[in-house]
């Protein structure tokens, strides 16, 4: 019985690991991608061999799958030699941090031995065959799009050693944890730590907290001199009640690092953390000074309550989002921001002409000039109201 069970599970595991892998070892752009790639074909033929070799008495079969699976150990331990172990280096502008006190970065995780680049690289490749809205054309230009900013982000010392947390990412999809207490923290080299500093908290997409945000808003942060927080949320499931308590928990763990001034906050949200936008706006909404959506999802029962309305009443919002969004057209954005409109907010809309769901990777510069253009005059709208 047990070898039955055992020839099964190592048939199962070639069927997928093997095509995976072999997927990997083509789109892969990192040396590591290819010991993964090579590891990978090596866990899911060795064991097979093993059991064939048992079943067909052949001593050959034995011995090769034996050997494949000391190989397949000897690369796992190569890989994790090669992880980065997410320790912030002496003066990085960016760590990460764990809100609920206890380390919890996981180095040994396939989502770190893996780069996050070859992880999204293979995910482009396989997500068409699932998500009738993400076709072969986005997944090309997307795995473009996506290279070329990981190839800048690895290039920076303090980002190449945050690793990847997109082990949270995969903890909320297999086994529902979502909030696990991790943010990303970007201080802005120069910036006094002793002094109050305004605040800016970025809330991530669908697909999970991938370190290519925090490196495209590092830049406006340093211009405009912001703490950047991005709290990570599982898959992005901001919908979730405690999705409020998570920002809240993020801006009172920083505190342990940088002084934040509490009136000088803003929120901003991609995609489904739009949604996110919705309840903390809902719940927290009295705290922040402005709101900025990008590509939103947004949930209209958050920005239909008494309490958002209440919140953002003569306060800024802004809106961005691509003119041939597929995922959330036009016409639903634009709804959003005349319901927040009409209850008082001051909105402003903006559309990029030729972009669809994906532009903060696929106009990145424009979008964000945008984005630092309109925040650094809310600021400034901010500062003269507090003197009048």
Known sequence: MFFVIARMASLVLAVLATPLSVLLLIVGQSFESRLFGIAGMMIGVSPLLVCLGVELERR???????????????LTVALYSLAPDGKRPKGARIQHRYAEGAWGFQRQALGNLLPELDQFLLGFK??????????????????????EIYRELEADADFHALGSVMPVAYADLWLGRGGQGHSFLYVPPGLKRDVPAPVLVFLHGSGGSFKAYPWLLSQMADELGLVLICP?????????????????????????????????MHLMGLSNGGKGLGHAGRDLGEKFASLTFISPVVETGSIKD??????????????????????VPLESVTYVSSVMKKNGAQVTLKTVPQADHFLLFSHRREVIAQLKEWLEEAMKAEAVKRTE
């Open 60 to 74: 050959w079969l034995k011995w090769t799958g034996g050997l494949g699976c000391l190989g397949w150990l000897g």
């Open 306 to 327: 008494p309490r958002f309305i209440g919140n953002w009443q003569g306060k800024p919002v802004f809106i961005i989002t691509g003119a041939k969004d597929d995922r």
């Open 232 to 264: 990570s949320y599982g898959m992005g499931n901001w919908n979730a009640a405690d999705s409020a308590g998570v920002v809240e928990a993020a801006l009172a763990d920083a505190e342990n690092v940088v002084r934040l001034d509490r009136g000088k």
């Open 126 to 147: 396989v997500v068409p065959l699932m998500d009738s809205y993400f076709t072969f054309e986005q997944s090309r230009e997307l795995s473009a799009w996506t290279a």
